[in-house]
């Protein structure tokens, strides 16, 4: 009875040692516990390429590499001049209405209303606008980046 337990305490430990070293070499980082209500969040001047918009970062840093959450948000009659991002792009439309276009015009929009979500690749160029004050959410991986294109407004 006492060399199963023994044997069961050192696979326990071993799988441990395992998962811990997994954890590690995936480059897994530790999560914090973060909890946010809307009073609490610290809005702050947007990318300057969205005259008028804020943000605020709700969990990790746009500027590095890794897992982060921020919220845009847009005046109403914002415009988002055609740009696109080196990473993937994952938004989801927490309040109000955004009409968003492919390419550098704005030809057939996809309205999209609170609740909705879109996901672009890296180097993708898209553009878009708000009649009304719209916030979204961008949870994806830094580093975070805008880039207009030439031509756009």
Do not use: C
Not at 100 to 115: C, E, I, S, Y
């Amino acid at each position: 009875m006492k060399r199963t337990m023994m044997f069961l305490v050192m696979i326990f430990f071993s799988l441990a040692a395992v998962g811990v070293a997994a954890e590690k070499k995936g480059g897994v980082a530790a999560v914090r516990q973060v909890i946010t209500v809307p009073a609490d969040i610290q809005w702050q001047a947007g990318p300057p390429a969205i005259p008028g918009a804020q943000m605020a970062v709700l969990e990790g840093d746009m500027a590095k590499g890794g897992f982060f959450v921020a919220r845009l948000k847009l005046p109403a009659g914002a415009k988002i001049a055609p740009h696109y991002h080196d990473n993937v792009e994952r938004v989801t439309v927490i309040s109000g209405t955004v009409k968003l276009a492919m390419g550098v015009t704005q030809d057939n929009p996809t309205v999209l209303p609170a609740g909705s979500y879109f996901a672009l690749p890296p180097k993708k160029v898209h553009n878009g606008w708000v009649d009304e004050e719209t916030v979204l959410q961008i949870a994806t991986r830094g580093p975070w980046s805008l880039h207009v294109v030439k031509g756009g407004k």
